[in-house]
Every structure is written in C-alpha cells, then in structure tokens.
C-alpha cells in the first residue's frame, strides 16, 4: 500500500508550469493507483503565508485552486482532496518536529539561502522592510515534513527545488524514531521527470504565480484571446529559423519544451518541425495546441466554480477524511513524547 501525498500553495491561479511539472503527474498517480492506494492532495494555504498575502486575494486563490484541481481531473472519490488549514494536526505535528530540529540545518536550505541573499539584496536597495524575512520562511521546510508524516506519506512527488526538504523530512523522522521509538515510515521521493517551464518574458526565470508580470505566465484559466496575448508577447530572439538550445536559445526552448509538453514530443523532435521556419509559426502552432490543452480543464473551471456548494462539500468531505488518517497518528506521536 503506497501513501500519497502532494501539495500546492494557493499563491495565485495554477499556471503551465505547475500543470507541466506537477499537477499533470498527480491526476496520472490517481489514474494508475492500485486499490490499497491513498491519495492525499493538499492546497497549502499555511504555507502560502510564508510571503506577504493580500487576505481576498488568497481566500479567492485558495477557492480556485481547488476549483482547478477538480477541473484538471482529480476525483474525489479516488484522491483525499483538501484544504492544509483544514487540519489543524499538521499545525500541531509542526511545532513538535520543530523542537526537534536544528536550527542548522534550516539555515542551510538553499531556499532559505537564496531567499535571504534576495532580501539582503532588496534590503540594500531599501525596497524591503525587514519583516519580509519572516521566521514561517526558514520553518517551512519543518511544516512540509508535518505535511508528509501526519499521514505517514509514502511516497512524495516532488519537483528538484524540493528534493532538500523531503531529505529534511526524512532525517526529521529518523531522529524522531531514534528518541522516541519507531513512530513514522520514512518518505520517499518521486523525482518528477517533466521539465522546467520558463517565465515567457525573463526564460532565465521559472515560470511562477508570483510573479509580478502576469504576461510572464499562461494561467489554466486563460481565455483564448489570454493565451494569445501572452503567446504573441513571449520574448525569443532574433537569429534565423528554429532551434532548440536551451543555453543559446532560452525562449526558443521554453516555446518548444511547452509544445512539447502538449503533444507528448521532447522538444528536440518538435524543433525538427519548424527547422528553417519563424517564430510566427511556432507562436501560432503553440496557441492552437495550448488552447486544445487547456480547453477542457478550462470549462470545467468555470462549472465548478459556479458551484460552490459542490466545493465546500468537497472541501469538507477531503478534511474530514485527511483527519481520519492524521488524528490517530497525532495520538501515537503525543504519547510518545509524553503529552497524551
Ligand atoms: N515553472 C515551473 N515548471 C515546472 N514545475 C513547476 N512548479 C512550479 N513552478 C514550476 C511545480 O508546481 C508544484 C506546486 O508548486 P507550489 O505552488 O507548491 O510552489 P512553487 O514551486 O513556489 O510554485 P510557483 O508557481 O512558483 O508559486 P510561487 O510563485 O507562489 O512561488 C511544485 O511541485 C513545483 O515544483
């Protein structure tokens, strides 16, 4: 029997980039899951809390988010579907892993590092106020250990930038077991394979939520008119025909890598199609099959949403089960440390 889980802040709307490097993935494990399976997929809104939030601007985003993870195709028949904050045992697992963390080891994240290097560097251009560098953003690798072994998840799907966390994860759970006796199973990772997707207008960036320029990011809610724009907008390069070379090329590649992603091509082969043609054709090309892609999540989006009572039952139902697999767990872990 194999534990489950993921999760997804609820930052923004899910972009090409979370559909491509994640979300795509978790509707395949459901699709393939064997009957013993548990799926347990979370829209993490504590962590979400980790950067400055505007509160109706994340309460729509977290409706949405799981609005979308209904449209793309997770059934909640199949997959334990749910709002993180709707369990308050991974709030209460966090604080004791916490205590059994070193503060070492945080600071030595490479997100932590980069995210600090950052504010250092904003700080220095007085375009950040101190408490940017909150302390949520240096504990948020112990909350996402809290995630994974409230359920005692087995297998964990994750992309590169997360791969340090889960070893987090997994050390976290060893020395628990070491003090406390053997309590929680060791996490694995799933090492998702599909590639990067890149901001269309800065392609040394990731394509993000967050990121200020919403042209850098095609959302899975966008119109056809949206994705256009954007398509049209995209920043390539001016030497002749199509290649692709993510190094010399970088646009170019994240044109053919999205491409790809949708017909199942590596984007090696789809560049074979366009070798001696203009980025005209490939833009156009892109936008008919992008628009393919996304047509159906896209309108099942807006049924759903429309239907909010149909989402807070979901919402609720996906709670309420989580609790069942996470409320025992916190028993044996309270015992163990001698709080029951
Ligand atoms: N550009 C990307 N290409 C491939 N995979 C991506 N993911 C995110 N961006 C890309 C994957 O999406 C999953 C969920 O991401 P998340 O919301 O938990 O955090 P994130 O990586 O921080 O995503 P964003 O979109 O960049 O959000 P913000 O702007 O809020 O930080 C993860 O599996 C991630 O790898």
């Not at 194999?2 to 490097?21: A, D, E, K, M």
């Not at 025909?241 to 949708?262: E, F, H, K, S």
């Not at 309108?299 to 989580?322: H, M």
């Amino acid at each position: 029997k194999r534990v489950i889980l993921s999760g997804i802040q609820p930052t923004g709307t899910p972009h090409l980039g979370n559909y491509f490097g994640a979300l795509t993935n978790w509707v395949h494990m459901q699709n393939t899951a064997g009957p013993e399976d548990v799926m347990l997929y979370a829209v993490v809104g504590w962590h979400a809390l980790t950067l400055p939030q505007n509160p109706d601007a994340l309460r729509a985003a977290r409706n949405d988010m799981l609005a979308v993870l209904l449209a793309i195709g997770l059934d909640p028949k199949k997959s334990i579907i749910f709002h993180q904050d709707h369990n308050q045992d991974h709030t209460e697992l966090s604080w004791i892993l916490s205590c059994m963390t070193s503060m070492g080891h945080l600071l030595r994240m490479t997100t932590w590092k980069s995210r600090f290097a950052d504010s250092k560097n904003m700080q220095a251009h007085a375009s950040i106020d101190e408490g940017a560098m909150n302390a949520g953003l240096l504990t948020y690798p112990v909350l996402m250990a809290a995630d994974i072994l409230t359920y005692n998840a087995t297998h964990v799907p994750v992309g590169d930038d997360q791969t340090q966390h889960l070893e987090l994860a997994r050390d976290i759970a060893e020395r628990f077991n070491k003090t406390y006796g053997h309590v929680f199973t060791l996490p694995g990772i799933i090492k998702t394979s599909s590639q990067r997707i890149l901001s269309l207008r800065d392609p040394t960036a990731k394509m993000s939520k967050s990121a200020p320029n919403a042209a850098s990011r095609i959302l899975l809610t966008d119109t056809y008119d949206q994705i256009k724009a954007k398509i049209r907008a995209a920043v390539t390069d001016s030497l002749p025909g199509i290649t692709y070379d993510p190094v010399g090329r970088p646009g170019a590649a994240n044109l053919l890598t999205i491409l790809g992603a949708c017909t199942g091509e590596s984007p090696e082969v789809a560049a074979q199609r366009y070798e001696g043609k203009n980025f005209g054709a490939l833009k156009s090309d892109l936008l008919e099959t992008l628009n393919e892609t996304l047509k159906v999540p896209r309108a099942e989006f807006e049924k759903i949403k429309a239907d909010q009572a149909y989402l807070e039952g979901v919402a609720k139902d996906g709670a309420r089960r989580a609790r069942e697999y996470s409320s025992p767990m916190l028993q044996t872990v309270r015992k163990a440390v001698g709080l029951a």
